[in-house]
Structure formats: structure tokens, C-alpha cells
């Protein structure tokens, strides 16, 4: 089983409030017209991400960061799962990222039970990311079923446009 990631990065936008380790998972399906991370279409590219290398990660950024943000992997939903819990078990809040619609019949249900926050949605260029009022996108606030979109749009407004996410 392929669960491979780019290097991961701290991110700052992708959860609001929040200072996040991302790990874009390689090997995404959805295959949005214009997406930005077409190195994310191949499952080979990127590293192995083990529960042991996720584990060094962790402990790497421990005390600097509260969140840990998955760009993609509910393809692979027993090793996201994994490192959910292991993510949780550091005390850290989670997300993802996906490119899909929201709904059980979308994203397994054993994943979104694990996570603090989730984004659905294909990249639509035309309608724009959460920064965009006219998006077909959604960040949800899982643990109260809130809709966060107004954090980013309200910071496009702040920043002019900083915060572009396609994934
Ligand atoms: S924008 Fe994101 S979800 Fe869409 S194809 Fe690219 S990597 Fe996949």
C-alpha cells in the first residue's frame, strides 16, 4: 500500500486559528481542471509516510504547532486514519482537505469522525477557493457543524487576495 507525502510544511491559512504541520498526499484522483498540485496525481511521488516517520514529524514540531492538515489520502482511508489518532493522541486538532463532496457516500465516515475540521470541494477556477464568495467549496467546523467560509473570505478582504488554496 502506496501512502506517500511531499515534505511536509507549517501552514498558516488553511485552518483558521490554528498553526498546522500540512502533508499533501500524493496519488489524488479527483483530477480538477486547473488544479495547482498536479505532482499530487501520482502515488509514487513523494516519500513513504509511515506511522513511524509521521510519529518524527510530530515530535519534531511538538509545542510549535496545534493543527495537523492533510491535503488528500481518503483514498487511502486506514493509513489517514492512523495517523488521525496518532495526530490526536498528541493532543493535536486535525484536518483535511479534500477534493471531494461532503457526505458519507464521499469521505468514509470513520474518517470525518476523527477530524476537527474538513474542506470539500473540487477547485473550480471559475468560482474561486474558500477566499472567493462565489465558491462551490466548504470548510466546516466538525466538532459544531459551523461553516468557517467567512474566515477566509473576511481574510482576502484583510489581505487582498493572500490565501489561494486549490487542493
Ligand atoms: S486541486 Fe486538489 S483535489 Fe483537485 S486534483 Fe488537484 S490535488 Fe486533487
Not at 29 to 37: A, F, T
Request: with cysteine; hydrophobic share 35%.
Amino acid at each position: 500500500m502506496i501512502f506517500n507525502c511531499i515534505v511536509p510544511s507549517i501552514v498558516f491559512q488553511e485552518v483558521p486559528n490554528e498553526i498546522s504541520l500540512c502533508f499533501s498526499i500524493t496519488g489524488c484522483k479527483v483530477g480538477c481542471n486547473g488544479c495547482h498540485s498536479t505532482e499530487l496525481w501520482h502515488a509514487k511521488n513523494g516519500l513513504a509516510l509511515t506511522n513511524q516517520n509521521f510519529i518524527q514529524w510530530l515530535k519534531k514540531y511538538q509545542g510549535l504547532i496545534s493543527c495537523v492538515v492533510f491535503f488528500g489520502g481518503e483514498w487511502q482511508p486506514s493509513a489517514l486514519i492512523e495517523k488521525l489518532l496518532i495526530a490526536k493522541n498528541f493532543g493535536l486538532k486535525t484536518c483535511l482537505y479534500s477534493g471531494k463532496e461532503s457526505g458519507d457516500k464521499h469521505i468514509d465516515l470513520r474518517i470525518t469522525q476523527q477530524l476537527d475540521f474538513l474542506k470539500t470541494g473540487k477547485w473550480q477556477p471559475e468560482l474561486g477557493g474558500l477566499d472567493s464568495i462565489t465558491t462551490n467549496q466548504v470548510f466546516r467546523d466538525l466538532t459544531t457543524g459551523e461553516k468557517l467560509n467567512y474566515l477566509f473570505t473576511k481574510n482576502n478582504i484583510d489581505t487582498q487576495g493572500a490565501n489561494n488554496v486549490a487542493a
